[in-house]
């Protein structure tokens, strides 16, 4: 059964430093890793996708990274700001006969980013 | 461009009173439809999902149920609620038989069983 972990759990930086996310897999038969952003009270937004043959996707100042080999993403958040403080999700979609359009979530990882 | 609704944002029950929430999806036919429960500190629980109407596979032996009446509507359910049944209720949908589709969430719905 694929598990999805992400540590720290919980994470504070000052404003302008860059963020290290981590995200690990158990199983490396996967379709692609998504991350997410979730505020307060909110849904989950969906901030990146990397295909399983991908290595990387961008957009703007988030890259993610996919090593599918040792069960690995890591979403970079380049110079912080208080704007991205907010609890960030990885989730996997495996390749299981019985998993198919089925994600696994990790628990996320809480982030303060402090003025 | 897609959009989908979830209701009510909030919502306080008594136990053993019965449930309903209600989640629709716009701009796109045929999704896969999916419910999750994120219980306060822990990740997200898959409870159901649902590749087409009147189709739904269960994750969880539980006291609720979905149905998929229309093509772009799914609801969750319960007869009788329990106090565990409180959490943080989220809808999302991920494109029909394409396996690199992102998946796309409601706002939620925040229940609280009394």
């Known amino acids: 059964k694929q598990e999805v972990t992400q540590i720290p759990a919980a994470l504070s930086v000052p404003e302008g430093e860059n963020l290290v996310l981590n995200c690990s897999f158990t199983d490396s038969a996967i379709y692609n890793l998504q991350w997410f952003r979730q505020d307060p009270g909110k849904g989950l937004t969906s901030l990146l996708l990397i295909q399983s043959s991908q290595r990387e996707q961008t957009s703007g100042r988030l890259n993610a990274s996919l090593d599918k080999s040792s069960g690995r993403s890591t979403l970079y958040i380049a110079a912080s700001q208080p704007g991205d403080s907010a609890t960030y999700l990885c989730a996997v979609k495996g390749r299981e006969v019985d998993s198919w359009g089925k994600f696994q979530f990790g628990a996320g990882t809480q982030v303060v980013v402090t003025p | ?114």
């Open chain 2, 1 to 114: 461009s897609q959009t989908i609704h979830q209701w009510p944002a909030t919502l306080v029950q008594p136990v053993g009173s019965p449930l309903s929430l209600e989640c629709t999806v716009e701009g796109t036919s045929n999704p896969n439809l999916y419910w999750y429960r994120q219980a306060a500190g822990r990740g997200l629980q898959l409870l159901f999902y649902s590749v087409g109407i009147g189709q739904i596979s269960s994750e969880v032996p539980q006291n609720l149920s979905a149905s998929r009446p229309q093509d772009r509507q799914f609801i969750l359910s319960s007869k009788k609620l329990l106090l565990s049944d409180s959490g943080f209720y989220l809808c999302a949908w991920s494109v029909q038989g394409l396996y690199n589709s992102p998946l796309h969430f409601g706002n939620g719905t925040r229940l609280t069983v009394t």
